[in-house]
């Protein structure tokens, strides 16, 4: 659940560190019922490594740790 404004500030930061050579790692976390839901997680990663294309690569693919869905991604 995230708004399209929010996620676009998110794109921007991560391109800046990007750029900078750091690492940036996403989390999603679910709350209550969301968890069984997982998959619109997942979607939302997917969609941040669309608009990041050419500036990274996956270091570690979305994977769900207890109520967390994480993602690590390098500067290429």
Do not use: W
Not at 8 to 17: D, G, I, L, P, R
């Amino acid at each position: 659940m995230i708004d399209t404004h929010d996620y676009e500030v998110k794109v921007k930061q991560a391109q800046k560190f990007l750029k900078e050579g750091n690492k940036v790692k996403f989390t999603m976390r679910y709350k209550g019922r969301e968890l069984s839901a997982n998959d619109l997680g997942r979607v939302v990663l997917n969609r941040l490594l669309e608009d990041l294309e050419g500036l990274c690569k996956v270091d570690s693919a979305p994977k769900l740790e207890g109520k967390q869905m994480m993602m690590i991604v390098s500067p290429l």
